[in-house]
């Protein structure tokens, strides 16, 4: 079973970027067989999908974030990665990592992080 | 883009009722669409895939059905373990989205 683990700083200044990385363990990241993803919850607040990566580096991103979003795979850690720059108040969240099953367009995010807070305050 | 909405936003009911919650789609998903519940302070769980498919190990008072733009997650009988906030989302697209949540609690 694959298992994720979020990790990076928890506090982040404003205009700097956001950076994170997913450890996957029971698996390999290699494998195609999974959508490598990343979504935030904001405090109180819903999901929101930040985008995903396939092993191969194939990318998607939610437009509305797109021109701040850069996330990365590193087969030789067996991480994946998200970068998000120009940070305000706004990005203040819990940041999950999560998986989807790469055989169908059905499935859904079926193994999650268990999420790390990020903090943007000066 | 897609849009998500869900109803109510939420709920009051006990143990033993029977819930109903409806999620719309913007434009037409197919059955592009997933459940997942949420306990405070912890990860999303995936309860249902392709609008009615119950993922693995979720207890079958859980249910799922609809196709298009109108989805409803259905709970039989309310567990106490099942006060918890629910999200739709649609897969439909490579742009994900979810809805923006159903809170249940306790009547």
């Known amino acids: 079973q694959v298992q994720l683990q979020e990790s990076g700083p928890g506090l982040v200044k404003p205009s700097q970027t956001l950076s994170l990385t997913c450890t996957v363990s029971g698996g390999s990241i290699s494998s195609g067989d999974y959508y490598w993803s990343w979504i935030r919850q904001p405090p109180g607040k819903g999901l929101e999908w930040i985008g995903y990566i396939y092993y191969s580096g194939t990318t998607y991103y939610n437009p509305t974030l797109k021109s701040r979003v850069t996330i990365s795979v590193d087969t030789s850690k067996n991480q994946f990665s998200l970068k998000l720059s120009s940070v305000t108040a706004a990005d203040t969240a819990v940041y999950y990592c999560?998986?989807?099953?790469?055989?169908?367009?059905?499935?859904?995010?079926?193994?999650w992080g268990q999420g790390t807070t990020v903090t943007v305050s000066s | 883009d897609i849009q998500m909405t869900q109803s109510p936003s939420s709920l009051s009911a006990s143990v033993g009722d029977r819930v109903t919650i409806t999620c719309r789609a913007s434009?037409?998903?197919?059955?592009?669409l997933n459940w997942y519940q949420q306990q405070p302070g912890k990860a999303p769980k995936l309860l249902i895939y392709?609008?009615?498919s119950l993922q693995s190990g979720v207890p079958s008072r859980f249910s799922g059905s609809g196709s298009g733009t109108d989805f409803t997650l259905t709970i039989s009988s309310l567990q106490p373990e099942d006060f918890a906030t629910y999200y739709c989302q649609q897969s439909h697209r490579t742009f994900f989205t979810f809805g923006p949540g159903t809170k249940v609690d306790i009547k």
């Open positions: 392709a609008a009615s």
């Open positions: 434009q037409s998903i197919s059955t592009y």
């Open positions: 999560a998986i989807r099953g790469s055989g169908s367009d059905y499935n859904g995010l079926d193994v």
